[in-house]
């Protein structure tokens, strides 16, 4: 199932703009590798979730999969053939805003190359270029 | 752990644009601070330092125009996506006194019982170790061959080098297999319904009436 905040303040949100690099949430935390977004982007819920059984092939009885990012941007559209004006649209979906440096997904308790396959497989379903990074030791 | 001379220069530049300029000229800037002396604003090339992070040591002999000071890598800063060093911390240490310091955990092999459908949970990335700091091991070794479904190895049954010690609780659990629980397949089977749904809005408690409007 996609993901989708439970409770929201407001229904709508203005688009808003995808500056610089991500200062937060760009380090591995949880498990040994992650998959790095190089390119900013809205990743849609049904993206992740793609990516996340795509990804869950590999990790599935192995490991530990962690999803490091959230939809929490309603995304509203107008539908086909209506007219300008009336309004802004209803949501059609969510999405998470992501940064370059963002760590989208970690894998735990896999070996390199399979973490590598797994984050590889998950990496198709994003609309934006991505690399595989290892957690750095905490000094 | 080796101790490597690593060949460091005063800074007097200070604050975001003087030290951008900095990193543009090949250095990367960072500070000396400890045993109770006035803290060091220093520079070092960037590749002097590379260099030193690749061997992977940690305690080094800073030498600061004719002076050396035996100093330990405290902190090191990233850029977002963790390619350039912007900074790096180094702590005086004194190589009489002990002193505390987290080590990575190196986990080897496959456990046994990951082939019974085991799921290895590595509790621990770093294990918090004291020693003198001509001690400091690189990394701490943790053989799982033999872990079966159910079993742990926990800190008291590390074999640690000699001369370290680990300050944790003996009874903390470093990894352990364990076995998997198929929930994912239940919370699938939940899907079609709860596709539409939206998002309940949050409304003030005291304002009962605009919940109708919004939602």
Known sequence: MALMPKRVKYRKQQRGRVKGNAHRGHTVEFGDFGLQALDPAWVTARQIEAARIAANQIVKGEGKLFI??????????????TRMGKGKGEPEYYAAVVRPGTVIFEVQGLTEDRAKMALNRAAHKFPIRCKMVRRRPKL | MSMNKLQ??????????????????????????????EPHLLKIRGDDLAGMLREGNRMVDLALDDQVQAALLKDLQFDSLGERVLHADFVRVDLAETLRIKIPIRYVGVAKGQAAGGLVDHRLSELEVECLPGRIPEQIEVPVRDLDVGQSIHVRELHLPEGVTCPLNPETVVVAVTVMVEKVEKEAAAVPEAEAAEPEIIVRKDRPDEEGQKG
């Open chain 1, 68 to 81: 490091r990012i959230f939809p929490h941007k309603p995304v509203s559209g107008l539908p086909a053939e």
């Open chain 2, 8 to 37: 460091v220069h005063a800074r007097s530049e200070r604050g975001s644009n003087a030290v951008r300029r900095l990193r543009a000229g090949g250095f990367v800037p960072a500070v000396l601070y400890g045993l109770h002396r």
